[in-house]
């Protein structure tokens, strides 16, 4: 059984870095539009947990997504301040906290969707599952740029900081690269653990 201070314990988690974010932003229309995946995410899990609880491993990587995508909201994805750090130290010619993100809007996704399929579809653990995951992300990712591309062309330039391109040219091509290194990572570094986890829910 599922210990019942494990839950209230991510909620809280989510509720303090919620506030933290919503609390000055750089930008209040970015903020809004970054955060609001996880605002909808979390409307979704609370409507469907007696019907579809997930397992505490997936819980736990839905809560540091959302944590990413909250400090993306609150100091934009091109200004995260650590990062700032990064790019110094590593001499880059942009902020790579949206490769962080775009990494991880794979990496976790494919857990979601792996959990999913596997107890709701015949599929089982092996190539086939490992493939539509991939090509669920890949799917997830590419709908997403396509998101953004609508926002851009509805709000002009106050999206400009939500698109995050930095300058790149290939930022769209990028983002789905590392969505689908992310979700083949994924697999491949967790997929056992997941599936022991996958064991214990009732």
Known sequence: MMNRNFFPFLLLVYVLVFTWSAIGPHDSF??????????IGLGLLLATYSKFPFTRMVYLWMLVHAV???IGGHYTYA?????????EV???????????????????PALITREIL????????GKWLFFVVVCVCLAFSAFYELIEWWV???????AEAFLGTQGDAWD???DMFLAMIGALLSQILLA????RALTKVS
């Open 30 to 39: 970015t903020w809004l539009l970054e955060v609001l995946p996880a605002v």
């Open 68 to 70: 990413i995508l909250m």
């Open 79 to 87: 200004m995260v301040p650590l990062f700032d750090g990064v790019k």
């Open 90 to 108: 590593l001499e880059l010619s942009r902020n790579p906290y949206d490769r962080v993100g775009h990494l991880a809007q794979g990496f976790i």
């Open 118 to 125: 596997l107890r709701s579809s015949p599929l089982k653990p």
């Open 152 to 158: 851009a062309l509805a709000t002009g330039e106050e």
């Open 172 to 174: 769209t091509q990028w």
């Open 192 to 195: 056992k653990t997941h599936d």
